[in-house]
């Protein structure tokens, strides 16, 4: 153990670990200041709480801690109608709130990318519709991306980085609002596919997994190249809602989704006939609700599946 962060046996819940350059970040709760910001650089007296972000025992919250070049940003979670955008070059004076853009949340962490020298995210500025903004890390440099205008639906929370580039889901007000992707320049933001695109990525051998569907019904599983010709679903079956906890394990992926026998546990190798139930855990046509969480050496661990994620589209 580094340090006893919370002394006792009731746990300081670390969580969202985050390394930038030999510094490690991650949140924390000491019994008295609440859920707040910590790094270390692997030794007890340089084990610390960056600030104390919510005042006295309430929680800063911090969420998506993300590598920015040299810093750190993250959201500010827990706040009655929004999130914070906060950067942090390790110190409790250069921990500051960039805007109060609220960030699209749903269930609780803003997605946050680098590219480019940039952190990308999804905000809105007081309407009702969201965007992809992007920031330096100042006031000044913190400006709106994208603009699909009046008759867009804008921009879904979930932003994920491929390749390169930054993929993302925009809604024009129908199901087909369509997968796009940026590569950081007006030019580079094009639209790949008219598929509503749901709140799972994972990329897995040069190619990009999510949650698909083009109709109303139940999404589906899909991958991309990066071309139009190039994104395709991968096999008819329905996943556990749009968020069917995608995980890489050795160079399949596994999910959730619901066949004939119910909720089960289902892996891919990218093609049809290679989507397959690995097992019928709960016999009948019960499910068995697995829900990945982490591999845990050549094994998986299963929990209950919790309430999903659902993509907000402003």
Same mark, same amino acid.
């Given at each position: 153990?580094?340090?006893?962060?919370?002394?006792?046996?009731?746990?300081?819940?670390?969580?969202?670990?985050?390394?930038? +350059?030999?510094?490690?970040?991650?949140?924390?709760?000491?019994?008295?200041?609440?859920?707040?910001?910590?790094?270390?650089?692997?030794?007890?007296?340089?084990?610390?709480?960056?600030?104390?972000?919510?005042?006295? &025992?309430?929680?800063?919250?911090?969420?998506?801690?993300?590598?920015?070049?040299?810093?750190?940003?993250?959201?500010?979670?827990?706040?009655?109608?929004?999130?914070?955008?906060?950067?942090?070059?390790?110190?409790?004076?250069?921990?500051?709130?960039?805007?109060?853009?609220?960030?699209?949340?749903?269930?609780?962490?803003?997605?946050?990318?680098?590219?480019?020298?940039?952190?990308?995210?999804?905000?809105?500025?007081?309407? #009702?519709?969201?965007?992809?903004?992007?920031?330096?890390?100042?006031?000044?440099? #913190?400006?709106?991306? #994208?603009?699909?205008?009046?008759?867009?639906?804008?921009?879904?929370?979930?932003?994920?980085?491929?390749?390169?580039?930054?993929?993302?889901?925009?809604?024009?007000?129908?199901?087909?609002?369509?997968?796009?992707?940026?590569?950081?320049?007006?030019?580079?933001?094009?639209?790949?596919?008219?598929?509503?695109?749901?709140?799972?990525?994972?990329?897995?051998?040069?190619?990009?997994?999510?949650?698909?569907? #083009?109709?109303?019904?139940?999404?589906?599983?899909?991958?991309?190249?990066?071309?139009?010709?190039?994104?395709?679903?991968?096999?008819?079956?329905?996943?556990?809602?749009?968020?069917?906890?995608?995980?890489?394990?050795?160079?399949?992926?596994?999910? &959730?989704?619901?066949?004939?026998?119910?909720?089960?546990?289902?892996?891919?190798?990218?093609?049809?006939?290679?989507?397959?139930?690995?097992?019928?855990?709960?016999?009948?046509?019960?499910?068995?609700?697995?829900?990945?969480?982490?591999?845990?050496?050549?094994?998986?661990?299963? &929990?209950?599946?919790?309430?999903?994620?659902?993509?907000?589209? +402003?």
């Amino acid at each position: 153990m580094i340090r006893d962060i919370r002394p006792g046996s009731a746990g300081a819940g670390i969580r969202e670990v985050q390394a930038v +350059g030999s510094t490690l970040y991650f949140t924390a709760d000491d019994g008295t200041s609440g859920d707040e910001l910590w790094k270390t650089d692997g030794t007890s007296l340089g084990t610390v709480r960056v600030k104390d972000i919510g005042a006295g &025992s309430s929680s800063g919250n911090p969420l998506s801690l993300t590598a920015v070049g040299d810093k750190l940003a993250f959201s500010r979670g827990g706040l009655p109608d929004s999130q914070e955008l906060w950067f942090t070059d390790g110190s409790e004076s250069g921990t500051q709130r960039i805007d109060t853009l609220k960030i699209a949340s749903e269930s609780g962490a803003s997605d946050i990318r680098y590219l480019n020298g940039y952190a990308y995210f999804v905000a809105k500025d007081g309407g #009702t519709k969201y965007e992809i903004w992007k920031t330096d890390g100042t006031d000044e440099g #913190t400006t709106r991306f #994208t603009d699909f205008g009046p008759g867009a639906g804008g921009a879904g929370e979930f932003l994920t980085d491929f390749n390169g580039e930054l993929y993302f889901s925009v809604s024009d007000g129908t199901l087909t609002g369509g997968l796009w992707k940026t590569d950081g320049t007006t030019q580079g933001t094009v639209h790949v596919k008219d598929v509503d695109a749901g709140s799972e990525y994972r990329v897995v051998n040069g190619a990009l997994y999510f949650s698909g569907r #083009t109709d109303s019904g139940n999404f589906k599983l899909w991958k991309t190249d990066g071309t139009t010709t190039g994104t395709v679903q991968v096999k008819d079956i329905a996943l556990t809602f749009n968020a069917a906890n995608f995980f890489q394990f050795g160079s399949n992926l596994y999910f &959730s989704a619901a066949g004939s026998t119910g909720n089960e546990l289902w892996t891919t190798d990218g093609t049809s006939e290679g989507t397959v139930q690995v097992k019928d855990i709960y016999p009948g046509g019960s499910q068995s609700s697995s829900h990945l969480i982490l591999p845990a050496s050549a094994t998986y661990s299963f &929990s209950r599946l919790p309430t999903p994620r659902a993509a907000n589209f +402003g």
